[in-house]
């Protein structure tokens, strides 16, 4: 069922966009342990963006999107004919297609034709692990930059988001065990860690989800 009606980058559901308001509640209700919002990040893919938007509208901030936070395997159809892994890479969104949606967020002006490189066609898991220590050491740069807390809300996927807590807290390499199989997180689950500016990390929860 999965391969014979998988696509590269659906819109959200509707319980989706119910679960998106539901985090976008818990965190406009100023939860224990996170500071206020200054600053919200996204994946270039369809549904992340749209679950962005009630928080975005809440906090009435623009959020950023970055282009290497996307889900493990990329933006792909399967080969039906070749394979459970063997996918072809679709483009994406185009960065006019994306402002044309999206008209309040900072979109990269390299989309001209998509955010995706189509030639990885199915995204290695171990390439989606450098994207992830990538994001880590980036995450670590702007906190070595501040000179007050900064709150940043970052709205990725959930195997993706298991590879980010192993690049920040220390964890195995995909080899040994499979992207999403560490770190558990459930649709709009919220983990937060905290970046000091020497780059050390402390985990404040992970997948909290009763909201």
């Not at 963006?49 to 996307?70: C, H, Q």
């Not at 807390?149 to 192993?166: K, P, Q």
Request: glycine letters at 10%; proline letters at 5%; a negative charge.
């Amino acid at each position: 069922h999965y391969r014979r009606n998988r696509f590269a980058d659906p819109a959200l559901t509707e319980h989706g966009a119910a679960q998106a308001q539901a985090v976008a509640d818990f965190i406009l209700g100023a939860p224990p342990l996170l500071g206020a919002v200054d600053e919200l990040v996204v994946s270039p893919m369809q549904r992340t963006l749209m679950t962005v938007r009630p928080l975005a509208e809440g906090l009435g901030l623009s959020p950023t999107v970055w282009p290497d936070i996307y889900e493990v395997g990329g933006c792909y159809n399967l080969d039906l004919g070749a394979g459970e892994r063997v996918g072809v890479g679709q483009p994406g969104m185009t960065t006019a297609e994306m402002r044309e949606r999206f008209p309040s967020y900072n979109v990269p002006e390299d989309f001209k034709d998509g955010w995706f490189d189509t030639s990885l066609g199915f995204e290695s898991e171990e390439y989606a692990q450098e994207r992830a220590r990538a994001a880590v050491a980036r995450l670590k740069a702007m906190a070595a930059g501040l000179e007050a807390d900064r709150t940043v809300v970052a709205v990725m996927h959930f195997d993706f988001i298991d590879l980010l807590l192993r690049a920040a807290l220390g964890g195995p390499a995909v080899g040994e065990v499979g992207a999403g199989r560490l770190f558990q997180h459930y649709n709009c689950g919220l983990s937060v860690i905290d970046i000091a500016a020497d780059g050390s990390v402390q985990c404040l929860y992970i997948n909290k989800h009763d909201y």
